[in-house]
């Protein structure tokens, strides 16, 4: 969709506003960016060493090759390969921080949280060969939690949840060589490989990195998912509402934004202080009215049902409203600008992780230790300030979306009665034709929700059954897709299920780290059918996607075996053997490939065949 920025009215409303204002947002610097470096677009330059930085000529008239003899081919896969790094980075040290904190916990080092899970607990200690007969929570919280920590530099030859992967799956993996064996190690040989005159085959570089991101899906992010669900409860469904208008003209508006659930968890807590509220009242608000944003809104979302302000490029459009007193962010996904906009208002933008730093951000560095006083601290500031709340400058629009959200895979099974065998009969049976899953974020190359909410749509019509996490299930909580009277959009079979359950056609299983939800699901299928995930009638897509953790999310998924569509472009167009291997050769080594296909109806319909190709496979 040309010349719009969203199909999002409240986006619109506030960028409205944002020009009338004459501030700038993403929209503005991505025009200003125009036209955008064409090597970089088909990543043909490599700064990886100082003889560079070199760029191939991708019209064949100049250089054809780097100063140390690189050839697009070499430079396109090791610059793919980092970015699979960065994002298999990111997520996996994420999961670190939430399994470190379980640590202290459990070691009684951290006191403000606790195990709120206890069944999920045992069941992970199990799956880690820890006993638990008579074992106290503690004793095995710690015992689990060294043994995860663990996973990041094993030496044993593989990491643990594969062996939740179907027998067949595994055995590919080992016959190509890319089995994750641990999971920072994936990350450091990835950087290792693409050093100057390490690794220079184009091959053998993508496998690695198909191999690096499996150490993130099945390592990191899983990890980051399971003890999350550990420490703060597994998601059942819950109600909320979505979109900028759920913040409130009468309350202090804290809007927390990042990934970790640790700091928002205790946000959480802290807002329902009543010493706080009544300190808010005090200075003339109604109250505090805490929101989220982004990835660790999907965590609050899913566990307690706190509204979720918007997805991506909505974060400079909350500050715009002029009704936030605070940002909060830890970690991943926030834009530098948010600093200069903020100081555009009364708005405090307040960084806590001393991983990320930020221009024009206040930092109250946010220690597990004394987590519950941080987060009290960080309220205190967002009340104090909301006397500098300039009302004239207030536009919220109404926007608020009803949605439910909160399907963990122990959330699916409990509405199917306990087991898969009832969403393998609807599969079977045709009322459900297959499944995708929608993922990632906003993207200014796209109007903003239009590939999410129109890809959606489209399969559910043709009754698919779409799970989503990340920006992709705000969208669709924004477009009234989370909700069972969805079920009317759905083709008769979805729809007749959606009603049977109580379930919406469009399933919010939680943040990007929580795409691990839906391999396990995808695993427990193949398994409970006796095939590999690459036979079932399943797809994956990125409709939106921005960020290089996507990079790693759509290479783990490949390598476990699932179609994956992209609907922006990924920098590997200068080669030809890389985006061939990607999108051709991968089928045979691997079962899943990539396509990339930015319309999104056109889109849906290779989802569609892709899905019919293998339920003729499977004979059903
Ligand atoms: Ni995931 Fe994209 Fe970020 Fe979440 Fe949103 S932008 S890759 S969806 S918040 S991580």
Redesign the pocket.
Known sequence: MKGTSSIDPASLQMLKVARDGGLETAWDRYLAQQPQCGFGELGLCCRNCNMGPCRIDPFGDGPQKGVCGATGDIIVARNLLRMIAA?AAAHSDHGRDIIETLRGVAAGEIKDYTIKDENKLKALAREFGISTEGETVQTIAEKLAEAALEEFGTRKGYLQAIDRVPPKRKEIWEKLGIMPRGIDREVVEAMHRTHFGVDNDPANLILHGLRCSLSDGWGGSLLATEFSDVLFGTPRPVRGRSNLGVLSKEAVNILVHG?EPILSEMLVEAAKDPGLISAARAKGASGINLVG???TG?EILMRHGIPVAG??LQQELAVITGALEAVVVDV??IMPALGQLAACYHTKFISTSPKAKFPGAIHIPFDEHNALETAREIIRQAIENYPNRDKNRVFIPEEATAYVAGFSVEAILSALGGTLIPLIEAVKNKKIRGIAAL????NPKVTQDYNHVNMAKALIARDVLVVE????A?ASAKAGLLLPEAAELAGAGLAEVCRALGVPPVLHMG??VDISRILTVAAALARELGVDIADLPVAGS?PE???E??VS?GAYVVASGIFTVLGTVPPVLGSNVVADLLTKQAKDLVGGYFAVETDPFKAAELIIAHIDEKRAALGI
């Open positions: 994002g990934h944003m982004c990835c999907n997805n991506f991943q996904c993922v990632g974020c906003n996490t990340g920006c992709a705000i943040s990007c990125a996607w921005m960020s953790k996507a999310i």
